[in-house]
């Protein structure tokens, strides 16, 4: 089992001076927002999360303006203090933490990666990405090299003595992001970090971001508003709705079995072909009697697209294996219900 990273119980974030009565009445009465702030006053930021985030894993929390996605995610490093519930970093209580070990935690296992850089104009690249370093009282030398080492890595290689106002949109993220990686913390927190950039420009920086997440096997909470950007890079999504997790799940599972109608409309305009695979359209082998002989095959984790290329030249199912093992068939009506989200 993977070792889990960053815990969240119960958290509650709950703005006015009634929030424990709020909560209360949430809990007992079921009351929704707008009543909360009628009643007492008080705004319900975050409500009774619950999640768990392994290490490796790029977990998106994901929904619109007011969903209460970047407030959650600023009670990792404990810029927001929780009304209650509790946050594991690390195996440690964020919350049980004094002044100084919070600081030491924030700057040694967290960094965070914002929309809108703040790189420090008059500074060259190099010493922006080493900014942290150098508050940390780390030498010229040392700091000089290790911000070279995370320009590398982020692919900005002969603009380390480039000044901000040089660079593109997308060049200045990259140095944000490489100025998080710096102190290689083991913690990511991304708030919505290419939502700015042009379409083109933000697509490459998503693929180069989770290709080095992988390679660095970073720990990212990455929040969005936008579920293409979600499904993209995450290994899974929570998306949130007036404070509330509606659901938790990989790409596929939210887009073949959303929570609800809310869910259900943000993922009706994604495309199935990349992102569903076979397995999860499949219908067992023995519930299939039919003659399979001369028919197609094509592996559990084929995706949709995958299938229909198999499918287009026969008249016969796909037969679908895992480790080599025949385990079940994907028919044409299947296959197109697939494509449609998997509506009955």
Not at 235 to 259: F, S
Request: hydrophobic share 40%.
């Amino acid at each position: 089992m993977s070792e889990t990273v960053v815990k969240a119980t119960g958290v509650w974030k709950v703005f006015g001076d009634q929030s424990d009565a709020a909560i209360k009445a949430i809990r007992e009465e079921g009351i929704g927002k707008p009543e909360v702030l009628a009643r007492f006053g008080c705004v319900v930021g975050v409500q009774d999360a619950t999640f768990e985030v392994p290490r490796g894993e790029i977990f998106c929390i994901m929904g619109l303006s007011g969903s209460g996605k970047s407030t959650l995610v600023r009670h990792i490093n404990r810029l927001i203090e929780p009304t209650a519930g509790s946050i594991e970093l690390l195996g440690r209580d964020v919350s049980s933490l004094n002044q100084a070990d919070l600081r030491a935690l924030r700057a040694n296992h967290i960094g965070m990666v914002f929309q809108h850089m703040a790189l420090l104009p008059h500074r060259s690249v190099r010493d922006n990405v080493a900014y942290p370093l150098e508050i940390r009282g780390v030498a010229k030398s040392k700091r000089w090299a290790v911000s070279d080492h995370a320009l590398t890595l982020v692919d900005l290689v002969g603009y380390e003595d480039r000044l901000p106002k040089e660079l593109s949109g997308g060049m200045q993220q990259r140095v944000g992001i490489a100025r998080a990686l710096a102190s290689d913390p083991e913690v990511l927190l991304m708030d919505e970090p290419f939502s700015a950039l042009d379409p083109l420009i933000r697509m490459q920086l998503q693929d180069q971001f989770k290709a080095l997440v992988a390679e660095l096997q970073k720990t990212t909470l990455f929040i969005t508003h936008d579920l293409d950007e979600a499904i993209r890079i995450g290994h899974r999504i929570a998306i949130m709705k007036d404070g509330v997790i509606v659901q938790i799940g990989t790409p596929e599972e939210i887009v073949m079995n959303p929570a609800d109608d809310y869910v259900r409309e943000f993922v009706q305009g994604i495309s199935k072909l990349k992102l569903v695979k076979a397995h999860s359209i499949l219908e067992p082998l023995d519930s299939y009697d039919g003659n399979l002989d001369g028919a197609p095959r094509a592996d559990e984790l084929a995706d949709l697209d995958q299938l229909i290329d198999h499918a287009v030249g026969t008249d016969m199912p796909v037969v679908i294996t895992s480790n080599g093992e025949d385990v079940g068939v994907v028919t044409k009506p299947r296959l197109l219900r697939g494509i449609q989200g998997g509506k009955e």
